[in-house]
């Protein structure tokens, strides 16, 4: 049986902007490359930081609209990328969200499906998974922080690669 074939996409990100940056010199909102990292078994696994607020300036994201974020994220991704997407995660500082892939980590792929799913944000009649069956703090949504959230991610798309 041969090994999955490995996308090593980290020459397509600025090699400057790829790693652990100082938070300093961080832009927002942006998109950016933390790690690339090959499996055992021939797969390469992505960390993606999507980066919403400047660290440090106190515009930190509230709880419900980062909750919200989230989950349309976890649910966008899973849905567009489904072979690629693993998971998303929320920073601690509460200023954006980490996502995982594995073997797609082209930057125009996944801003492209970042885009779609912000866009899809605006007519989202409610936040995905937000129910007592699928969520450990369901009432803790904001539909329409969300979404204003999303159209200010949107509104900088042309430098969401601009990440320092």
């Not at 419900?64 to 974020?69: A, V």
């Not at 998974?129 to 699928?134: F, K």
Request: proline fraction near 6%.
């Amino acid at each position: 049986m041969s090994s999955p074939a490995v996308h090593p996409h980290t020459s397509l990100w600025p090699a400057d902007l790829t790693g652990e940056l100082d938070h300093r010199r961080l832009k927002a909102p942006a998109v950016k490359l933390r790690s690339a990292l090959p499996t055992p078994g021939g797969d390469m696994i992505y960390a993606v930081d999507l980066r919403v607020r400047l660290p440090n300036r106190n515009a930190f994201l509230g709880s419900s609209e980062l909750h919200s974020m989230e989950h349309f994220l976890l649910e966008g991704f899973s849905r567009l990328l489904p072979r690629h997407f693993l998971s998303v995660g929320i920073m601690g500082c509460r200023t954006g969200f980490y996502l995982g892939f594995v073997n797609e980590g082209r930057p125009e792929v996944l801003c492209t499906t970042l885009q779609r799913i912000l866009q899809e944000m605006q007519s989202a009649a409610a936040v995905p998974y937000a129910n007592i069956a699928q969520c450990g703090h369901w009432q803790d949504h904001d539909l329409q922080a969300a979404q204003q959230l999303a159209q200010e991610i949107l509104a900088q798309r042309a430098t969401w690669l601009d990440a320092a």
